[in-house]
């Protein structure tokens, strides 16, 4: 039975292509069939039809692999969710914190698809319901890292209504909210000031941005829960909502967008079993030791120096 493998890369980037040049001659040298894929997804809410023609033949892959940084993990998720069918990244980009192994290992990544040495990681997303003012079906979507309102105009902030389970928590004006999966608390809710979560936490991040409020705290809550957040009608200006900052919907006053723990999680495979920790103080060059230690340790080999005396002090 023919192996196949789907490769997903930054095709104008000129360190894509020779990444991938190499990762077709590995693949087919052990054996798998290759496919290419360059089409920008970019799905647009309610468009299901055209996502499904896009998937076309992901299904009869063994892994998607990804050559490229975040945003072309990001694009290939669209490709994969709701199929089985995981994802490997090769990171070349910067940090890369969605990538499984960096472009030098490439050869050995391949030979590990080969022989089947990886394992399968599931990762949360969130799903995400969009209720316009006198629509009666709401839109549909969903996000691995985060669905962030914000508002359409730079010049005004937006007036938002936040509910949790459907019970009034707080509003506030704000540039607008972030709603993160754990995978995506390393990302713009991050940068935001919210927490990192580790991955196998199934609960869903709130990070308000620039909020005028006294009670404007990052907020987690759990897989049963759901977040509720409504432009509302006093608010000087309309939102736009982003799904992993590739799909746009526009939100006029008086849209709320529910935000809750996804039903189906997106797969990865991961070739390393080192803990996430590991991959957080790799990633984020962490200093593991702090500065007093570094410091003391100085001290310590400068004391251990000088009671040796100098290198020569035996000859006369």
Not at 30 to 38: K, N, P, T
Not at 241 to 247: E, H, I, M, S
Not at 257 to 269: D, K, M
């Amino acid at each position: 039975m023919t192996r196949r493998v789907l490769i997903v890369t930054h095709g104008g980037r000129p360190e894509a292509v020779a990444a991938l040049q190499e990762a077709v001659r590995e693949l087919e040298s052990a054996g798998f069939e290759v496919a290419l894929h360059d089409d920008d997804l970019a799905e647009s809410f309610g468009d299901h039809m055209a996502v499904a023609r896009a998937r076309e033949g992901v299904a009869e892959s063994e892994v998607v692999m990804v050559l490229g940084g975040d945003g072309t993990i990001l694009r290939a998720a669209e490709l994969t969710h709701g199929t089985d069918v995981p994802l490997l990244g090769v990171n070349l980009g910067h940090v890369g914190f969605l990538a499984e192994s960096e472009r030098e290992d490439l050869r050995a990544a391949v030979d590990r698809i080969a022989k089947r040495h990886y394992v399968v990681e599931e990762r949360g997303v969130v799903d995400v319901r969009v209720y316009l003012p006198g629509a009666s079906v709401p839109m549909q979507g969903w996000a691995l890292n985060e669905a962030t309102i914000e508002k359409a105009q730079r010049e005004r902030m937006i007036e938002v209504g936040i509910e949790v389970d459907g019970r009034p928590l707080s509003s506030f004006g704000c540039d607008g909210v972030v709603m993160s999966t754990a995978t995506g608390s390393t990302a713009h809710a991050f940068s935001a000031g919210g927490p990192v979560m580790w991955p196998d936490v199934d609960g869903v991040l709130l990070v308000p941005l620039s909020a005028h409020a006294l009670f404007a705290r990052p907020l987690v809550i759990g897989r049963r829960a759901a977040y509720r957040v409504t432009v509302l009608d006093r608010s000087p200006v309309p939102a736009v909502l982003t799904c992993d900052g590739r799909r746009r919907f526009d939100l006029p006053l008086g849209s709320t967008v529910e935000v809750r723990y996804g039903a189906q999680p997106l797969r990865f495979a991961r070739l390393s079993p080192a803990p996430f920790t590991d991959r957080l103080v790799s990633k984020f060059n962490l200093p593991v030791v702090g500065w007093r230690e570094a410091a003391d340790d100085a001290a310590a080999a400068a004391r251990a120096r000088a009671a040796t005396g100098p290198d020569d002090a035996s000859e006369v």
